[in-house]
């Protein structure tokens, strides 16, 4: 399986980006999907993560209402991130990953999964 993130940048606080990660190499629709995020000095952190079907989402805490994941199971295999309202805060090293399955409950633990892209460099000044 191959991940391949882009769509990072530089914006102002207040504004918007949306990330992209395109899959390959396996049946992406049965995979579970999510984005962490890491921090200059920070651990890496769960942002977002999306079930196989589209059809439950789930969010960190400090992005829930700003940012919404999606996916297109169709031929593009993609999963996005729509980041509104970006507050410097949200500056890191933004990363999409996949595994197969999960249980609900581990949707937001890195550990979960198997894959992962490169990283895209977000960054919001005040």
């Known amino acids: 399986v191959q991940l391949q993130a882009s769509g990072g940048g530089l914006v102002q606080a207040g504004g918007s980006l949306r990330l992209s990660c395109v899959a390959s190499?396996?049946?992406?629709?049965?995979?579970?999907m999510a984005w962490f995020r890491q921090a200059p000095g920070k651990e890496r952190e769960f942002a977002a993560a999306?079930?196989?079907?589209?059809?439950?989402?789930?969010y960190a805490d400090s992005v829930k209402g700003r940012f919404t994941i999606s996916r297109d199971n169709g031929a593009k295999s993609m999963v996005y991130l729509q980041m509104n309202s970006l507050k410097p805060d949200d500056t890191a090293v933004y990363y999409c990953?996949?595994?197969?399955?999960?249980?609900?409950?581990?949707?937001?633990?890195?550990?979960?999964?198997?894959?992962w892209g490169q990283g895209t460099q977000v960054t919001v000044s005040s």
């Open positions: 190499g396996r049946t992406f629709r049965d995979w579970d």
């Open positions: 999306i079930r196989w079907s589209g059809g439950t989402t789930v």
């Open positions: 990953a996949t595994t197969s399955r999960v249980a609900y409950s581990a949707l937001a633990m890195a550990f979960s999964y198997d894959y």
